[in-house]
């Protein structure tokens, strides 16, 4: 008989026969996974559950929370606080990191999360999902603060996300590849569904939110009016768009079948670099990115070099398929 290899079969491998991770990040991976399947019942349960809707509160970026954001913030923290693998926490909902309180034993790693991205679609019945990210305390830091968690992304030592889509799915990795995960309903069990996963280097499709098009700059306008030329411009192929608006979505589809996915700077609020987030939005989902052979960069350099100033600093993304994501790039550099 075949049976699936579990998601905790996937990193005790991890652990054991490479040497990969240790123990502790294993467990904690395990318990993020273990909360994500808590909030992919909460969405599903979408009217029935009561979880629809605005909390009536703002975040610390002045949007507006809905009910499922706070109940997935809520769901990691408590999941997460007494493993005792974590020294703090940091997430898209709170202003400041969140410190392992004192009655728990503190860990040596720092969890950074998105609980709920692509918030606008849970009212309308759209993909959402999670995105996380794992760094290091930095050594012998004893009163943990925000500014540890301002290391750039080539220090993760794991990141993934979950999306509650028509099925749930985890998708990781550890630095060592990205592994797919399908979540068993019935038996409450994450089976790996896909190992290695790679991203096509090249594509036809492209994800912009266009209706900023005409706060671009010249480097995107230029770019995007040569996909759309199609096979009559310098591109000489056609190209299909989607935007889903749900970053995890998104990005879902480049992992799965390739593609570019961008959100650049733009003149609305040109002080502001992009509309993601670097810390927990656009430095997990690069590494994931990179990790499958694709490239992620904020214009001009990796994602993963920039060094954040900010626990809630925002940042360009252009990732996906490398030579699309390696054109634009040069665009802006032009
Ligand atoms: P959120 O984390 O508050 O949900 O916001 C981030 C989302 C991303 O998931 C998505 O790519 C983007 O915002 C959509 O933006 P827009 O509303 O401009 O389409
Ligand atoms: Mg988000």
Known sequence: MTSRISL??????????????????RLLVEVVARACKRISIAVSKGALGG????????NVQGEPQKKLDVIANETLLEANEWGGNLAAMASE???????????????EFLLLFDPLDGSSNIDVNISVGTIFSVLRLPESV????????????????AAGYAIYGPATMLVLTVGDGVAAFTLDRETGSWSLTEDQLRIPEQTKEFA????NSRHWQPPVRRYIDE????REGPRGKDFNMRWVASMVADVHRVMSRGGIFMYPRDNREPEKPGKL??????????FLVEQAGGAATN???????????KLHERVAVFLGSREEVERVTSYHRD
């Open 8 to 25: 905790t079969q996937y990193l005790v491998e991890k652990q054991r026969e490479k040497g990969l991770i240790p123990a502790e990040l």
């Open 208 to 211: 912009i939110n266009s209706s």
């Open 93 to 107: 909902e709170m202003d400041h990191s969140y410190t392992i309180p004192n009655r728990y034993p503190k860990g």
């Open 227 to 230: 996909l759309l030329a199609g």
């Open 51 to 58: 979880v629809l809707g605005d909390a009536g509160t703002n």
């Open 142 to 157: 004893v009163d943990v603060s925000d500014e540890h968690f301002l290391q750039p992304g080539v220090k993760q030592v």
């Open 277 to 286: 987030r670097l810390l927990y939005e656009a430095n997990p989902m690069s």
């Open 299 to 309: 214009g001009l350099q990796r994602i993963m070099e920039v060094q954040p100033t």
